[in-house]
């Protein structure tokens, strides 16, 4: 990214040394005390948007910044450090475990052996503890308890106390065991956490690794390949068998076979012709093309669904907020209670002082903040890459709670439902009335309009000169004394108050229509169709559908779309709505979960929640699907984390389970957490869900 004087800066970085929400949430407010920078931290990507004057600022002062922090810019290096360092962490850990089973089994061993424990763990505490101690000196800075004071607490406690035992009373009974194996089990759940941030993280660098960097372009009758980012709107693209499409366009000549699966999930290839659309990141499977360009690099669609993508994982849904909250207060509630645990055992129950610190260590060592925070982002984080593999785009962070608990969805009829592929089938015209009407349906969007202009095209029909049409939702189109609307399946030409032309029109079903209808029912969400056709028409498709005559709207306005999903809401229903088109934007604004078809108009899609790249209805049933497995599998995550807690706290202080059980269930807690986030990358979302919805 070029830096400049006149603009902002807006970089991704990658940031080592983050454990928990504690640790997020302290860069965030450092940077936030500093002018000319803004920064938003993504945990569970381990990355932060920086975003800044660079009068001001620049990548070495950030790392700086971050330095003092006790944090670093993340370097990329051919040693993994952090795998090198649990190894090592491992290797001394091991005698220490040995020399517990032994002295636990009552064996003696010479006293100098105690002096190699302590040696073996100070190695094991600088190695594996001084990012942690760091840590906890940086929280106590900035008044913040976080899970670096837990682990520092814990494993510092057992070193010194076993220390203070070993060199002022020779004792034999230590715990360097403990504090050594604490460390290392710990590295191990961070370990294993980093590697499933890599793992989604690379997951969205796969999908921006579709669009090529180089593209073939016409220049001068010449073919030349330059790079992607160069190429202007307009420019020909030469597109041959195994060519990645580097830019979103129109076919202009030439005929091919398209794979699209990695955009839409449509696993045949899919032929194109002169006029239809090409997306950035398809691949050419046979054929050629050449492509007039439509968008450029910043603009493509599948620039858009990164950009979403990352703008949704950078943002804090309600649920994130909680958790943020409560893991502020949770830590320094646990050490009260590790103290409470402490003064209760050794002054209350009157037990020795090595079991009474054992009880307090286990105490800090198994609560687990960092499941609560990771708890949200991290399962976001795969669903939103997920999504953006299927092509599929999320507008907003808070839409997988929308989908919680929709129990009627309202899909619009004409290129929702159908196909929009429109025929002509009987006619009444003149030619001077074709180009008339030719003239009007030119500015519509609609597909009957589109299909109708094809059909006066072929019949010789021009431009009319000094006509202005105007598209009048749910009305038609108008033009001076001429109009032209639809009544049921017939499309009418009025001059004032007579109808001069007319033209009887057909559509069809989409092949998945039925199927996908009958997933929803099947899943326990009622379907309705919302349809400004005729109720001949609209029962006559909803027959085909499989669709009671009570769960037809038929013959409504725009406004009336918007009656109806109100009327559907003061059932008590939450609604989703379907749709593609200008005439649905009001229906779409007013769903509680709003979808719009990826072919349908920039109207429809920027009032929608969920934008869907293909036309089949079968991934509009898997895009909601994935919302609703992205909540639950937060919703289990919260749960895990709540109820591990909840089970896990009492029974260390009631001293059934050691710090170094504690430091196990620890870090089995993160680990738990990260692998069901990372079951949404593998979860089916073609099956019927079987848990139908109360209604």
């Not at 089949?616 to 895990?640: C, H």
């Not at 089995?668 to 990260?674: D, L």
Request: proline share 3%; glycine share 8%; with cysteine.
């Amino acid at each position: 990214m070029q830096e400049n004087n006149d603009a902002p800066i807006t970089k991704t970085c990658g940031i080592d040394g983050m454990h928990c929400t504690n640790c997020s949430a302290s860069i965030e407010r450092a940077f936030g005390k500093e002018e000319g920078i803004d920064v938003k931290v993504l945990l569970a990507q381990n990355e932060g948007v920086f975003t800044y004057d660079p009068a001001k600022w620049n990548e070495q002062k950030i790392a700086r910044k971050l330095k003092s922090l006790g944090f670093s810019l993340h370097r990329e290096s051919k040693v993994d450090w952090d795998l090198a360092r649990l190894i090592a962490s491992a290797v001394l850990t091991a005698p220490l475990f040995v020399f517990m089973i032994l002295m636990m089994a009552d064996v003696h061993y010479p006293h100098w052996v105690n002096y190699l424990q302590f040696g073996l763990c100070t190695v094991v505490e600088i190695l594996a503890g001084v990012r942690f101690f760091l840590g906890a000196v940086r929280d106590v800075k900035q008044g913040v308890l976080g899970m670096d004071v837990l682990v520092t607490l814990g494993t510092l406690t057992a070193y010194v106390y076993s220390a203070v035992l070993l060199f002022a009373y020779s004792a034999h009974m230590l715990y360097f065991d403990t504090a050594a194996m604490l460390l290392t089990i710990i590295l191990v759940g961070k370990y294993v956490e980093g590697k499933a941030k890599v793992k989604s993280a690379k997951a969205l660098k796969e999908l921006m690794a579709l669009t090529p960097d180089l593209a073939t372009v016409l220049r001068d009758g010449q073919t030349v390949e330059v790079p992607t980012e160069e190429v202007s709107l307009d420019e020909i693209l030469v597109l041959a068998t195994g060519s990645r499409v580097p830019l979103d366009g129109v076919v202009l000549s030439g005929v091919a076979d398209l794979d699209e699966s990695m955009l839409t999930g449509e696993s045949m290839p899919v032929a194109k012709a002169e006029g239809d659309k090409v997306v950035a990141g398809t691949v050419v499977v046979r054929g050629n093309l050449r492509v007039r360009v439509t968008a450029t690099t910043k603009e493509t669609y599948l620039a858009s669904i990164i950009d979403k993508v990352y703008q949704i994982q950078q943002e804090k849904p309600r649920l994130q907020k909680i958790a943020d909250r409560i893991a502020t207060v949770f830590v320094p509630a646990v050490v009260l209670l590790s103290l409470a645990c402490f003064a209760a055992t050794y002054w209350g129950l009157h037990k020795e002082l090595a079991a009474s610190i054992s009880r307090a260590i286990a105490v800090l060592v198994i609560s687990c903040p960092c499941s609560l925070g990771l708890a949200t982002p991290l399962s976001i984080v795969v669903g939103t890459t997920r999504a953006g593999r299927m092509g599929v785009v999320y507008n907003d962070s808070e839409i997988f709670e929308k989908m919680h608990g929709v129990r009627a969805i309202c899909f619009d009829k004409t290129g929702t439902l159908t196909t929009g592929a429109f025929g002509v089938v009987e006619s009444e015209s003149t030619t001077q009335l074709n180009d008339v009407a030719y003239t009007l349906e030119s500015v519509s969007v609609h597909p009957i309009a589109k299909a109708l202009c094809a059909h006066l095209s072929g019949e010789g029909a021009t431009l009319v000169e000094g006509l202005d049409p105007q598209e009048i939702a749910g009305e038609g189109v108008e033009a001076g004394p001429f109009r032209m609307y639809k009544r049921d399946d017939v499309v009418y030409l009025a001059r004032g108050s007579e109808e001069v032309a007319w033209w009887r029109v057909e559509d069809t079903l989409k092949e998945d229509a039925r199927a996908t209808i009958a997933k929803f029912e099947a899943s326990g969400v009622a379907v309705y169709m919302l349809t400004g056709d005729s109720e001949s028409v609209a029962l006559s498709v909803a027959d085909k559908l499989g669709l009671p005559k009570d769960r037809v709207f038929a013959r409504i306005t725009p406004e009336g779309k918007l009656e109806a999903i109100k009327a559907l809401q003061a059932q008590g229903l939450k609604v989703a709505f379907v749709g593609d088109g200008i005439n649905d934007s009001l229906a779409l604004s007013s769903a509680d979960f709003a979808v719009a078809i990826g072919s349908g108009t920039q109207v429809a899609i920027s009032s929608a929640d969920v934008t869907v790249g293909s036309d089949k209805l079968e991934q509009v049933y898997e895009a909601l699907t994935l919302s609703r497995k992205v909540y639950r599998n937060i919703m289990q995550n919260f749960a895990w984390a709540f109820s591990y807690n909840l089970v896990a706290i009492p029974l260390a202080f009631a001293g059934i389970l050691s710090p170094l059980v504690a430091g196990c269930c620890m870090a089995f807690s993160n680990i738990t957490v990260v692998v069901n986030a990372l079951r949404l990358f593998g979860v089916r979302l073609d099956k019927t869900n079987k848990r139908r919805i109360k209604q």
